[in-house]
């Protein structure tokens, strides 16, 4: 009886130990976490050749930080790279153009050399790459002598380290991409592929002459046209690097944020083709953090300043990405320098000094750009228009010169110290306008004078309001239809009604005559006389008027 009972009780106590460790009829086992595939990529856009720092301060957290320096750029690149095992540098072009001496003067070579030993892997190309035209971008992707200048002495350029992408420019003869349409990199049995393009709209902002041999495409359409060819490759996920942005319509406080941005990256990025997980910007200079069509959408500023830092995290087995974080990174100037880019910049900086700090002139004040929404109407547009017609008056005529602002790219700052109070240099000069253009006077009929004035407006997303030189005036009114917002009553010159039939001789630069920003009246100009330099202009001007006081009074503004 009793080996009864305890065989029954052992019975019993098994019974209710097996279920005690069983789960409830209604709860679910518990799912082993996945081990993803973790992907970072560094990415920048706008870089414009600026090598030496500090190039700015960035917002971070409504507080100020210095930034800039290829040095420190590459330290801080360094840095997050060290942190992961599957890591990509891309940017979103304008690498080069627009550039300081440092690496203008050497025909941009500089630039690509450190952001090569900086680590960049993959960049679309941007307008800019296009300003020297196709020949010159494709000698600096693939290296050797300039066609004009040569070699340097004991130096020969070895081209880029890294892949430049061009998806939608085509040659218009064979309708072949002119560079590669995209990458793709493995990561522990993945497969990445990143696109890279140019906005589509690149003609209205090169020299027309520049860009004859090739096409731009549309963005969104030469994505979808790829997918078949990278799906079939075994592309897991797409990451494009667009030269084409948005712009902020709140203010901002904090790179990290996405204040309102609005623009052409936001059409693009919901319509683009959901294997797309990543869109880097670029273009509008902007900084920000947004999700745009389900799509992460980034924009690093402009000139170094700022690192985005994007970390994906890929499922092993299907690719797809789980989840995905951005943040941006400033550039710091807080860490140790890579050395070898230090010597690199300083070895440039050697050569270049000699030119670059050649005194011009004197100012008494800052000579201020202003703000991009100001366009012409500020002291270094006036200054800059003035040096034109005053360069091109004598021998071609010249009663009106304009300026696109675009080609302003900063202003001329007062330094109140005592052995140099006031001085400019050639560097300061070249830094305000860099692009080295020609200048050309055209005969244009007051009518045409008019047209050009009202296509300041037509594009509603990208105004592009010229200054103007002394003496020439008129009003606006941006309420009135497009067309019809510059009154031809108010246009005067030297306080004479422009007269619709007649002859004016009008001076603008290469850029502007053959269509640039827009202003196709240009190209119907007759009697075509060329010029010197835009830059050989404004330092002519400059070392003649020296001292220069900045021109507050605007000179063109709405209607009263």
């Not at 920000?288 to 992460?296: A, N, S, T, W």
């Not at 270094?380 to 228009?385: F, T």
């Not at 001292?547 to 709405?558: A, I, K, T, V, W």
């Amino acid at each position: 009886m009793t080996w009864h009972l305890r065989v029954v009780s052992s019975l019993l106590l098994a019974l209710v130990l097996a279920a005690c460790t069983q789960p409830a009829p209604d709860t679910p086992p518990v799912e082993e976490p996945i081990e993803t595939v973790h992907v970072r990529l560094l990415a920048f856009n706008d870089f414009h050749g600026a090598l030496e720092g500090p190039s700015g301060n960035v917002l971070v957290a409504g507080e100020p930080v210095e930034t800039g320096g290829a040095e420190y750029f590459a330290a801080h690149i360094a840095a997050e790279r060290s942190e992961v095992e599957y890591s990509f540098v891309v940017a979103a072009g304008d690498l080069i153009g627009a550039t300081p001496l440092i690496s203008a003067l050497f025909h941009d070579e500089p630039t690509i050399e450190i952001l090569t030993k900086a680590g960049l892997d993959i960049s679309s190309v941007g307008n800019h790459e296009f300003d020297a035209g196709v020949d010159e971008l494709l000698r600096i992707v693939e290296g050797g002598c300039h066609p004009e200048e040569g070699c340097r002495d004991d130096h020969e350029y070895q081209g880029a380290g890294f892949t430049y992408l061009a998806a939608n420019v085509r040659w218009r003869d064979s309708g072949e991409v002119i560079l590669p349409a995209y990458e793709i990199r493995e990561v522990a049995g993945l497969k990445v592929a990143f696109v890279g393009m140019t906005l589509e709209n690149t003609p209205s902002v090169v020299v027309p002459s520049a860009i004859e041999a090739v096409s731009f495409h549309d963005e969104v359409e030469t994505v979808a046209g790829l997918i078949d060819e990278l799906e079939e490759g075994g592309v897991d996920t797409v990451v494009v690097l667009v030269h084409e942005g948005g712009r902020a319509t709140e203010e901002q406080t904090d790179i990290n944020d996405c204040p309102g941005v609005q623009g052409p990256i936001v059409s693009i990025a919901e319509e683009i083709h959901p294997l797309v997980s990543v869109i880097v910007t670029g273009h509008s200079h902007q900084a920000h953090i947004c999700e745009f069509g389900g799509r992460l959408v980034t924009q690093a500023g402009h000139s170094g300043r700022i690192i985005t830092v994007i970390d994906l995290y890929l499922d092993p087995e299907t690719g797809d990405v789980l989840e995905r974080t951005a943040r941006q990174r400033p550039v710091s100037r807080d860490i140790e320098p890579v050395a070898a880019v230090a010597d690199r910049v300083a070895g440039y900086r050697t050569i270049a000094e000699p030119l670059a700090n050649r005194p011009i002139g004197t100012i008494t004040a800052d000579i201020p750009r202003g703000a991009r929404a100001q366009g012409g109407n500020s002291p270094m547009g006036r200054l800059i228009a003035d040096a034109q017609l005053t360069a091109t008056a004598d021998e071609a005529g010249a009663q009106i010169a304009f300026m696109n602002p675009g080609g302003i790219r900063t202003h001329l700052s007062f330094t109140p110290d005592d052995a140099e109070e006031g001085m400019v240099t050639f560097n300061h000069l070249h830094t305000a306008q860099p692009f080295g253009n020609v200048l050309i006077t055209m005969t244009l009929t007051g009518d045409q004078i008019h047209r050009l004035l009202e296509q300041q407006w037509e594009d509603p997303d990208r105004q592009h309001v010229l200054a103007v030189s002394e003496g020439f005036s008129y009003r606006y009114d941006l309420e009135a239809p497009p067309g019809e917002r510059v009154d031809p009553a108010s246009i005067t010159l030297h306080g004479e009604v422009l007269d619709p039939e007649a002859d004016y001789r009008v001076t603008v630069n290469n850029f502007m005559a053959d269509g640039g920003d827009g202003f196709t009246v240009l190209t119907e100009g007759t009697d075509r006389t060329g010029g010197v330099v835009d830059l050989d202009a404004l330092a002519t001007y400059v070392e003649a008027n020296s001292p220069l006081s900045p021109d507050e009074e605007p000179r063109f503004g709405p209607v009263e």
